[in-house]
């Protein structure tokens, strides 16, 4: 049987990268698309540098012929106009599925986010995956991402003949990774909202690598959280990774995010340290026996890499 | 159980801070260091499981053995320098409430925290307060809390006191007289999850806003005792003249003690009206201050009085169904549970001698 080959786009992104590694380690044919220059790539891996939403992709797309795509490319700046960032994180993928369906693409696998659920005081604990993503109503900014996660989530029923995947993994940490959580607890000095402490869950970057390779298995369909080690207390998390945490009144974070060495994180962010939004990750653990192979403080230590 | 559980353990015994003198956590883990409150499988603590794995691969992680976390190091949403309070109050936890909350066996990770976020620590540190208040300010009696099941159960019964201050009391007992101590998981109203430090407060010892979901997995994944009181803040927030009446139970615990076949137990609580009475729920000035009623207590702020509390636990009503019948089905069943928590009451009221004694 000849390997597996699969198509990731936004491969020059901190997690494309992981996913290249990963899965070329593991005997896929990976064939990583990105604008943006695509360097040391491993043995094996073949680099494809076009815009997912430029005609080039099509091409690569017709002559791959991939067995799977792993659609990864977003835009999650936000200092991006949102009119561009729904250019490419929703219509982009729409394209890009359409493409898969002209290709004859046996899979489709989109990472979506824990966050799509939304931080609300009254958030039951655990959210199934069936919860309503509502975090458009309090975190506007990432509209663009639950309008995909939703889109994507209904290709399910609406094109059976394709194995379509959603996965929602928790807040991902790792010595590479860049995600807005990142980056929030990158500075020496990190704010908490005075008087809010939410549980919060992580996993490592390389246990969401691991996620995206159960994901890609043969068979496997449908929408589901991806949970790591367990959970903590934002404060734990904080000072877990090196940080010197510094309690803030809201009105305060208000105006110093952004300024005084402190992360630049968007209002609509700020309910993630102040609600929780946990969620139960037992339907992708039973579907495919996924489990985090680092452990909580293996997890949060790992951002002590990133200061130095 | 939890699906967890088959995981491995890790276990922090928050231990007496004499035994371990501010130094590093007293930890034990393993089989071999089970409590015994917890061997009966009705600890509600005990299905409180987290997986803790592969430290090795880090070779950072093995200067840091995982257990060898300062005590006072992770507690609470508060600045650093409170953190030294939490190091005096944790000399200041009795005895009885470490030994009770131990017998627990709380399943908590590396950091001291169950995946709720309820921390043992801040518990004993709370209730070694609430101890106090239980045996010498309310001087509380139980009657008849053997009839609380092992396993899953619901805590039924009827609230006043304006601040939940019988939620309490109530947990206090289940952790300082019932045999096993039980962890009373008490369903909290929606409003307390929004103000700040009281909502990491309330998280820190247990206590969850009332979802059904909530309850539902409490109750599913780790055979926990959660206490609801149906009439909500109409209950608790009732005035004088309504005293030891029953403002209308609602059906969501009925429906959830179907649908998880969770045996109910119902109990009277009798020094609550007393203890802090309104008279009236200022509701125009609640509107204002965005509060679900404004008491007016003769302690202008709602403190309490020293009251006698006498809890009375009736025997576990078990019901037929799956929890989605139509009301006119559920209602009946209520107005049952609520009859036998009416007529606790009414046997609590004439056996007690006085108000503030006997």
Not at chain 1, 83 to 95: I, V
Not at chain 1, 238 to 255: D, F, N, Q, T
Not at chain 2, 43 to 63: C, F, I, M, N, Y
Not at chain 2, 158 to 177: E, R, T, W
Request: aromatic fraction near 8%; proline fraction near 8%.
């Amino acid at each position: 049987m000849s390997a597996r080959s699969v198509v990731i786009t936004g491969a020059a992104g901190s997690i494309g990268q992981l996913a290249v590694e990963r899965l070329a380690r593991r005997g896929f044919r990976v064939h990583a698309v990105d604008k943006r220059a695509l360097e040391r790539l491993p043995l094996g891996s073949e680099a494809h540098q076009v815009d997912i939403s430029k005609r080039g992709f099509d091409d690569v797309l017709r002559r791959v012929r991939p067995d799977a795509v792993l659609h990864l490319a977003r835009e999650r700046r936000f200092t991006v106009a949102a009119r561009e960032r729904y250019r490419l994180n929703f219509e982009g993928t729409a394209r890009v599925f359409e493409l898969c369906l002209g290709a004859g693409v046996k899979k489709f696998v989109f990472p979506s986010r824990h966050t799509v659920y939304g931080a609300l005081a009254d958030n039951p604990a655990f959210l199934r995956e069936e919860h309503p993503p509502t975090a458009g109503r309090t975190f506007p900014e990432i509209q663009d991402l639950v309008a995909a996660d939703l889109y994507v989530s209904a290709l399910l029923w609406r094109n059976p003949e394709i194995e379509v995947v959603v996965l929602r993994p928790v807040n991902v940490l790792g010595p590479t990774v860049n995600t807005l959580f990142s980056r929030y607890l990158s500075p020496r000095r990190v704010f908490t909202v005075a008087g809010y402490d939410p549980v919060h869950q992580v996993l490592h970057e390389d246990d969401l690598a691991g996620a995206f390779e159960r994901a890609l298995a043969p068979g496997l369909r449908g929408v589901f959280n991806v949970t790591g080690p367990g959970e903590v207390p934002l404060h734990v998390i904080v000072e877990e990774s090196g940080a010197e945490r510094i309690p803030l009144p809201e009105p305060v974070i208000r105006i110093v995010r952004g300024r005084l060495g402190f992360a630049g994180i968007p209002q609509g962010a700020l309910d993630f340290l102040k609600y929780p939004c946990t969620v139960d990750g037992n339907r992708f653990r039973e579907a495919t026996g996924f489990v985090a192979e680092h452990g909580l403080r293996e997890t949060i230590r790992s951002l002590r890499g990133r200061r130095t | 159980m939890s699906p967890r559980s088959g995981l491995t353990r890790s276990r922090i015994r928050c231990g007496p801070p004499r035994a371990c003198a501010g130094k590093t956590a007293c930890v034990d883990d393993g089989p071999g260091a089970r409590r015994p409150g917890s061997a009966a499988g009705g600890g509600s603590g005990a299905a409180l499981v987290h997986p803790t794995r592969k430290r090795e691969a880090d070779p950072e992680q093995r200067e840091a053995p995982v257990h060898d976390i300062p005590r006072v190091a992770y507690d609470a949403a508060v600045p650093r320098p409170f953190r030294a309070w939490e190091a005096v109050l944790d000399r200041l936890v009795d005895p009885e409430t470490d030994a009770r909350i131990e017998a627990l066996a709380p399943s908590v990770n590396e950091y001291g925290y169950d995946r709720w976020g309820a921390s043992p620590a801040a518990t004993k540190r709370a209730f070694s307060f609430v101890r106090w208040l239980y045996r010498n300010y309310f001087r509380v009696e139980v009657h008849g809390i053997d009839r609380v099941p092992p396993g899953r159960a619901l805590l039924i019964g009827n609230h006043s006191a304006q601040l939940a201050y019988d939620g309490m009391l109530i947990a206090a007992a289940m952790i300082l007289d019932a045999e096993p101590p039980r962890f009373a998981r008490a369903m909290i109203e929606r409003f307390f999850a929004v103000p700040p430090f009281v909502n990491v407060a309330m998280a820190r010892m247990g206590q969850l806003i009332g979802i059904p979901e909530n309850a539902e997995r409490l109750l599913m994944e780790e055979e926990a005792l959660v206490l609801v009181f149906p009439e909500g803040e109409r209950g608790g927030g009732k005035v004088w003249r309504d005293r030891y009446k029953i403002m209308g139970f609602g059906q969501g615990f009925l429906r959830l003690a179907l649908k998880t076949q969770t045996p109910i137990v119902p109990f009277g609580f009798i020094g609550g009206e007393e203890m802090c009475p309104s008279f009236s729920r200022m509701e125009p000035l609640a509107r204002l201050l965005g509060l679900p009623y404004a008491p007016l207590t003769p302690t202008v702020l709602p403190l309490p009085l020293p009251a006698k509390v006498h809890i009375w636990f009736g025997e576990p009503l078990r019901f037929e169904g799956q929890g989605d019948e139509d009301d006119h089905v559920i209602t009946p069943k209520v107005r049952q549970v609520e009859t036998a928590v009416k007529a606790l009451i009414d046997a609590g009221l004439a056996a007690r001698k006085g108000v503030f004694f006997g």
